[in-house]
């Protein structure tokens, strides 16, 4: 099944009761049982609704994988792996990574016994190095958020599978268009669904994809004994997102490739990062296992100045300031202050983000028009 097929019609099947093209939404708690322990395949929400399991279905075939599990949101999701692991397990990790991400693993997680190691990744031999009898995870994300790095899934991988560590992958910057990484050897495929698969600014949501049933048995365990499950109309509207995901991400693509390249040339403006540049260091990892480079880019000024960077983030007006990404209108953030404030400065300065960066999700407007804002705010 081709691309834009796929997509369109992933988990949709018409409803049997009345022939409705779309998914109804299921807004019901519990399901009526014809006698007790004999039901129709629903006992209670929180445990299974109907429009939730087509979303899974899509989930899963979007992802080429076997089974999905929707969660109330990315962090849940991610949640749900950690609570795989037992006390004095092992973690190793990117360096570079969403600021939840690593605020989940600090301070939750980590006073219950369960060690994370953060290494740069874009490199396998750091990972081999930390890997010990007690390592039962590596989490991955590539392209990293902010700094726009790259890792080798498939050579990570490599490394996994034989001491039979599960590997996960954060795939939330690429989405299943551009990266499909339970094809290049992962274990679990995360996604922050709130971004590109609901791709409207106007849901929170989460997603795990995996292969292996057992796995998938366990994280439903957690999924349906913590309850951080999305509710019906959120499940609808992803269904309703996904629909056009492989239609949106074309122009994500597009556009973000145009502003990458305007900025790098832009005299005001230092270094940009994008993996869609040849003097990119993961540029032939990311040519390799993606199908484009996506929308997403930080860049810092080239005074390197914080205070004029924040006069760039407060003088846009199609980019709107905001936390998130992956909507079809663009975004102009400030990682240390918003999405990453959660990480300790001398962490962030330490692996490269700096005050003065500033990412952004470009959106599916008129790349033009988008420039054009871009160019007043940098001066």
Partial sequence: MK?????????????????AIMTPIYQTSTYVQEAPGKNKGYEYARSQNPTRTALEKAFAVI????????????????????????????????????????RLFTKVFEKFGIKFIYVDTTKASNISASITGKTKLVWLETPTNPLMNITDIASVAALTKPKKILLAVDNTFASPYLQN???????IVMHSVTKYLGGHSDVIQGSLMMDDLELRDKLYFLQKSCGAVPGPMDCFLVLRGIKTLHVRMKAHCENGAKIAHWLKKHPKVGKV????????????????????????????????????????????????????????????????????????????????????LIRLSVGIEDADDLIGDLAKAIG
């Fill in 3 to 19: 691309e834009a097929t796929k997509y369109i019609h992933a988990g949709a099947e018409p409803d049997p009761s009345t022939g």
């Fill in 63 to 102: 992802e080429n994988a076997k089974y999905a599990l929707a969660f109330s949101s990315g962090v849940a999701a991610t949640d749900a792996v950690i609570k795989l692991l037992e006390p004095g397990d092992e973690v190793i990790c990117g360096n570079d990574m969403y600021g939840g991400t690593y």
């Fill in 181 to 187: 990484p339970i094809d290049l050897g992962a274990d």
């Fill in 273 to 356: 990062y994008w993996p869609g540049f040849e003097d990119h260091p993961g540029y032939a990892i990311a040519k390799k296992q993606m199908r484009d480079f996506g929308g997403m880019l930080s860049f810092v000024l080239k005074n390197d100045s914080v205070q004029e960077a924040m006069k760039v983030l407060s003088s846009t007006k199609l980019f709107s300031l905001a936390e998130s990404l992956g909507g079809v209108e663009s975004l102009i953030n400030h990682p240390a202050s918003m999405t990453h404030a959660s990480i300790p400065k001398e962490e962030r300065i330490k692996n490269g983000l700096t005050d003065s």
